[in-house]
């Protein structure tokens, strides 16, 4: 007795399929909220307010100078400008005349708006009431004019408000620019792959694993190329998204095998698709051996996987992008690719490679329109120091402790994707990335006290 479809599909099958059932509603899921992003929100928040309130003070100094509360209806002022060793501009109220009188003796000019006035001692004492600005001055020439002006702009006050308002600017630009840069909210995740066809390596664990998830959470319309060794991880990968089976490529690789080249990998895909818009060179393996007992066949190892591998792959693609006037390359390296550390020798030096590589590839390629990013984790939890070589070529077997208490991988994942859709040239993600990264950049010599420091510990 034939069944139907629907009575074959297992329990779990239809919770999966209910879960993720976006037939009635074109809403994606809600991005969770990101320890990361709250912290970034926060500082981000600070400096506004911390902005706001200089603004502030400056504002109330600005209105508290050209207050006067005994004259609200009077907006003449008097101007005096005294010849002594430094001409001095002061700016009196009308109802501060009387105090002048006492101090300088003054007779009337023919044009009705100018008077020569003489002091009565050769000094100005008591001070002339200038609001906010009295001293007294010695005056080498006993003879002074005093400009009368009815509603003049008080240039102090002016110049105040102008340094005020390019102040205000000048903050501005830059909540702005650490907007763009830091925080890139003009870019959507799901406009840019949207329909794009994006091929990741790697992707049976870690990192490659999270990235194919969150993009097709993300953005359901983006067509995957998932890649690795371990073809059957693939399988499961595609039995977890919620997507239509014929959206994903399972495409079995062994970066070890560059020498044949991977053109055929390429040509599999564009049968397929027809296109590759994203290639994300996520595989590689590490390292956790001293350099005195690693095996020369290891150093080739971990140098053919991580550095002749991805770059023989991406050659293969780089044709293609060129022919399309359009492409991405995006590769996973390491903090250690900036700051290598004991330990990780080789693996160290395959990332330093792929950093040279891929910035000389952006450099030629720009005129192509083909956009390259380098992604610096730090500490991810992954199984990345279970799969790592020892000298001897074994497998460590053993989890790190910092590596443990890493960054989630969809979290890290998270990040990347928002840094590819920004088209940013490097990307740091995982625990304590852009803190070592910036430490060797400007204090070199700092992070190596560090690094011994915790050695010893």
């Not at 100094?61 to 101007?79: G, K, P, V, Y």
Request: aromatic letters at 8%; glycine letters at 4%.
């Amino acid at each position: 007795m034939n069944s139907s479809p629907s009575s074959n599909m297992s329990e779990d099958d239809t919770k999966l399929m209910s879960e993720f059932d976006l037939s009635e509603s074109s809403e994606l899921p809600p991005t969770s909220i990101t320890h990361s992003s709250i912290v970034l929100s926060i500082a981000i928040l600070s400096i506004v307010v911390i902005i706001f309130l200089i603004v502030l003070c400056k504002l109330v100094r600005c209105l508290c100078f050209q207050q006067n509360s005994n004259n609200h209806d009077q907006t003449e002022r008097i101007s005096s400008v005294i010849q002594s060793d430094i001409s001095t501009i002061h700016w009196y109220p009308q109802h501060h005349r009387s105090q002048i009188k006492h101090s300088l003796s003054c007779d009337h000019i023919n044009d009705g708006n100018r008077y020569t006035c003489t002091t009565k001692d050769g000094f100005l004492s008591p001070p002339l009431p200038s609001y906010n600005r009295c001293h007294s001055n010695e005056v080498n020439s006993l003879d002074a004019t005093i400009t009368r002006s009815s509603i003049q702009i008080n240039q102090q006050t002016m110049n105040e408000f102008l340094n005020i308002f390019f102040q205000i600017i000048l903050y501005l630009g830059i909540i702005a620019i650490i907007a763009y840069f830091i925080y890139p909210l003009h870019n959507n995740i799901e406009n840019y792959f949207k329909n794009n066809v994006v091929w990741i390596t790697g992707a049976s664990s870690g990192i490659g694993r999270a990235l194919a998830k969150e993009l097709i959470r993300l953005s359901p319309s983006t067509r995957l190329v998932l890649s690795a060794r371990r073809e059957d991880e693939l399988h499961s990968l595609v039995a977890e998204l919620p997507v239509n089976p014929d959206q994903c490529l399972v495409l079995p690789l062994d970066l070890e095998t560059h020498e044949y080249g991977f053109q055929s990998k390429v040509d599999i895909v564009l049968d397929r698709f027809n296109q590759i818009d994203v290639l994300i060179n996520n595989a590689g393996i590490s390292q956790r051996s001293l350099i005195k007992e690693t095996k020369y066949a290891v150093d080739t190892r971990l140098i053919s996987i991580n550095f002749l591998g991805t770059i023989t792959l991406t050659k293969a693609v780089l044709s293609h992008f060129i022919q399309r006037q359009k492409g991405h390359f995006v590769v996973v390296t390491s903090v250690a690719g900036y700051a290598a550390t004991s330990l990780r020798s080789s693996y160290a030096a395959s990332k330093h490679a792929l950093h040279a590589f891929f910035d000389a590839l952006r450099l030629e390629h720009t005129k192509d329109h083909i956009d390259v990013t380098i992604v610096c984790p730090g500490f991810v939890k992954t199984n990345i120091s279970i799969n790592a070589l020892e000298g001897s070529g074994q497998l460590h077997n053993k989890m790190d402790p910092k590596t443990e208490k890493g960054t989630d991988p969809t979290v890290c994942a998270y990040d990347i994707l928002h840094g590819i859709a920004a088209r940013k040239h490097e990307i740091y993600v995982g625990h304590l990335a852009s803190i070592v990264i910036y430490l060797r950049r400007l204090c070199p010599q700092l992070l190596y006290r560090i690094f011994l420091r915790t050695e010893a510990s």
